[in-house]
């Protein structure tokens, strides 16, 4: 994969039009002061900061309890995160491998599937807790030929995206916007994306149902939206060791499980799958 082939199909936004104020949904052109670019709520007049191309777009005191601990511990440890996934968790679950377990759900989010827009404009694909942006490149070998699409990732975590800035300078792919903010509250215009997906982090939000009905707000209709997290395999046995590492990398949810309950009212072509011993694969649509 080559840098040049990055930039021809995974592209940067020519602006920030589809961005809207977390607090109210009011839009937010942008507006330079004194050399600061920044983003002003048209609505409700809040500003929003923006550091290294990066929309801040949440307030400290909005995240709390689980959401506000797992921010410090990616804070604190964003460069084991990459490593320790793919050491360390075949190992856990005695079988399988990272690779396996990220071609699965992609498969589930059909990229390939996506075709041009007739009028040339690009696609749109968000990732909500972009991480490390360790799927960026995946999503990128998946694009069919001739599509370029606008690609947007959303985290929480200082740290995180710190190490995702790097990891796609080094991979080319810098045209990726970040934006830092709450998946409770994803800060663009309802149907702006024309794929939507999340992985490994909505088993220690606050509210899961909150979380997806945003994903499903800011999709288009019938795309797909996808949602990866820890669920250890409920149709399989588990010897002590497996249940031992898997209560340990789960120790923030008393009750890990696909939050299926949780899907928005009136989703369709819901289906949840088991791509790894520790993790479920659930994919639904909104018409």
């Given at each position: 994969m080559s840098s040049h082939r990055a930039a021809?199909?995974?592209?940067?936004?020519?602006?920030?039009?589809?961005?809207?104020?977390?607090?109210?949904?009011?839009?937010?052109?942008?507006?330079?002061?004194?050399?600061?670019?920044?983003?002003?709520?048209?609505?409700?007049?809040?500003p929003w900061q923006v550091r290294d191309n990066t929309p801040i777009m949440y307030r400290d005191k909005w995240v709390q309890g689980n959401d506000r601990l797992m921010r410090h511990i990616y804070n604190a440890l964003p460069s084991w995160?990459?490593?320790?996934?793919?050491?360390l968790l075949p190992v856990w679950q005695l079988e399988g491998s990272e690779s396996q377990m990220r071609q699965a759900?992609?498969?589930?989010?059909?990229?390939?599937a996506l075709q041009p827009n007739p009028d040339g404009t690009?696609?749109?694909?968000?990732?909500?807790?972009?991480?490390?942006?360790?799927?960026?490149?995946?999503?990128?070998?998946?694009l069919p030929a001739g599509?370029?699409?606008?690609?947007?990732?959303?985290?929480l975590s200082d740290g995180m995206m710190a190490v995702c800035r790097k990891k796609l300078r080094k991979q080319g792919f810098d045209s990726v916007q970040l934006v830092q903010g709450d998946a409770h509250a994803l800060p663009f215009a309802e149907a702006s994306f024309d794929r939507v997906f999340h992985v490994g982090a909505?088993?220690?939000?606050?509210?899961?149902?909150k979380a997806m009905a945003e994903m499903a707000r800011v999709a288009k209709p019938n795309t797909p939206i996808v949602v990866v997290d820890e669920q250890l395999d409920p149709s399989r046995s588990h010897n002590l060791w497996v249940k031992a590492w898997f209560k340990a990398l789960t120790f923030y949810d008393s009750d890990p499980h696909c939050p299926v309950e949780a899907v928005p009212v009136g989703a369709t072509d819901v289906l949840v799958e088991q791509p790894g011993r520790f993790y479920y694969c659930l994919r639904f649509r909104m018409a």
């Open positions: 021809n199909q995974v592209i940067a936004p020519s602006n920030w039009a589809l961005m809207r104020c977390p607090s109210c949904n009011g839009e937010l052109p942008e507006t330079v002061h004194m050399g600061r670019t920044d983003l002003r709520c048209t609505n409700c007049g809040d995160h990459d490593p320790a996934v793919t050491y759900y992609l498969q589930r989010c059909e990229f390939s690009p696609l749109r694909i968000l990732e909500v807790c972009i991480g490390t942006g360790v799927n960026v490149g995946l999503v990128h070998q998946h599509v370029r699409a606008e690609y947007w990732g959303i985290d909505i088993g220690n939000f606050g509210s899961p149902a």
